[in-house]
C-alpha cells in the first residue's frame, strides 16, 4: 500500500493489484454453476477512492473466545479428528494485518455441512456447526479449534467429490481487502479432478494448500496446519470473485 500527502491535497493510499493471469476465474467451463453465474463482461477494476481504501468497524465485543472453537457446540463434543489452524493474515507488503475479521464454514468430519440443501446421506453431527469467526490479534495471527472436513459428493460431473477444505472470509482494512476463500489440506487425492481448485491457475495454487505444522500439533490432542493469508499484492491468496455464499 501506498501513499503520501502533497502540501494540502489528500493523496489516497494505493493498494497493489494482482497479476491478471493469477486470478481466479469467474467462469470456468468445467465448474459447471460458474456458467449460470459469472458475467458475460470482462470486470472492471474500480478506481480506489475513498470508498475502497476504508473498511468496516466491527467493534471489540462482537466476537468472543468461544467463537474459535468449533469442537464444542450444544452441550457436547463434536465427533472427527481435531485440528488446530492457524496463521497469519498479512497485506501486500507482508505486514500483518490487525483487526481483521476471519469467518469461517465447513462441513463435518463425515463430509456435511448443516445446511438447507445439503442432504445426502452422510450423517449430521448434534455437536458441530461448522462456523467459527476470530479477530487477528496484533501481529495479525489468527487460530481455530476445528474438526478435520470430510470430503464429499457435489453433483458437478460423473463421481464428482470435493476435497476437504474450509471456507475462509476476511475483511482487511478497507473493502477492496476482501477475501472469499478456500483452504485446503496437503496432498489430497482428490486435487486432480476437482475444478474449483484446478480453477485456481497452476502457479497460484500452492498458495491455497495449508502446511502440516507438526511444532504446533497438541501432544494427545489435536494435530495442526498453518496457513498464512495474503489479501492483495503478488502473492495474493486465491480468492472466489463474486462468491455467490454456496457450500461448494
Known amino acids: 500500500m501506498t501513499g503520501t500527502t502533497s502540501g494540502s491535497r489528500l ?3 494505493r493498494y497493489l493489484r494482482e497479476d491478471a493471469s493469477l486470478r481466479t476465474p469467474v467462469g470456468f467451463p468445467d465448474y459447471k454453476s460458474t456458467g449460470l453465474r459469472a458475467p458475460l463482461r470482462t470486470p ?7 470508498t475502497e481504501i476504508t473498511g468496516p468497524v466491527l467493534g471489540e465485543d462482537r466476537v468472543v473466545q468461544q467463537d474459535t472453537d468449533l469442537t464444542w ?3 457436547g463434543e ?3 479428528q481435531r485440528i488446530l489452524v492457524h496463521g497469519r493474515v498479512l497485506d501486500s507488503d507482508g505486514r500483518p494485518v490487525p483487526d481483521a475479521l476471519v469467518e469461517v464454514w465447513q462441513a463435518n468430519a463425515a463430509g456435511r455441512y ?3 440443501v445439503d442432504n445426502w446421506p452422510a450423517p449430521l453431527d448434534p455437536h458441530f456447526d461448522g462456523l467459527g469467526r476470530v479477530v487477528t490479534d496484533s501481529l495479525g495471527r489468527y487460530e481455530f479449534l476445528t474438526i478435520k472436513p470430510g470430503a464429499y459428493p457435489w453433483g458437478n460431473h460423473h463421481n464428482a467429490w470435493r476435497p476437504a477444505h474450509i471456507h475462509f ?3 482487511g482494512r478497507a473493502f477492496t481487502q476482501r477475501l472469499v476463500t478456500q483452504m485446503y489440506f496437503p496432498d489430497d487425492p482428490l486435487f486432480g479432478q ?3 481448485y484446478n480453477a485456481i491457475p497452476a502457479a497460484a495454487r500452492h498458495r491455497a494448500i495449508s502446511r502440516f505444522d507438526l511444532e504446533r500439533t ?3 490432542w489435536a494435530l495442526a496446519f498453518q496457513w498464512d493469508i495474503v489479501l492483495r499484492g503478488t502473492d495474493q491468496t486465491p480468492f472466489e470473485t463474486d462468491d455467490d455464499g454456496d457450500v461448494a
Not at 45 to 50: A, G, I, K, S, V
Open 194 to 196: 476437482d475444478p474449483i
Open 11 to 13: 493523496q489516497l493510499p
Open 169 to 171: 472470509s476476511l475483511f
Open 114 to 116: 448443516r445446511h438447507v
Open 218 to 220: 497438541q501432544d494427545n
Open 78 to 80: 463434536a465427533v472427527g
Open 44 to 50: 472492471v477494476d474500480l478506481p480506489h477512492r475513498l
Open 73 to 75: 457446540r450444544n452441550g
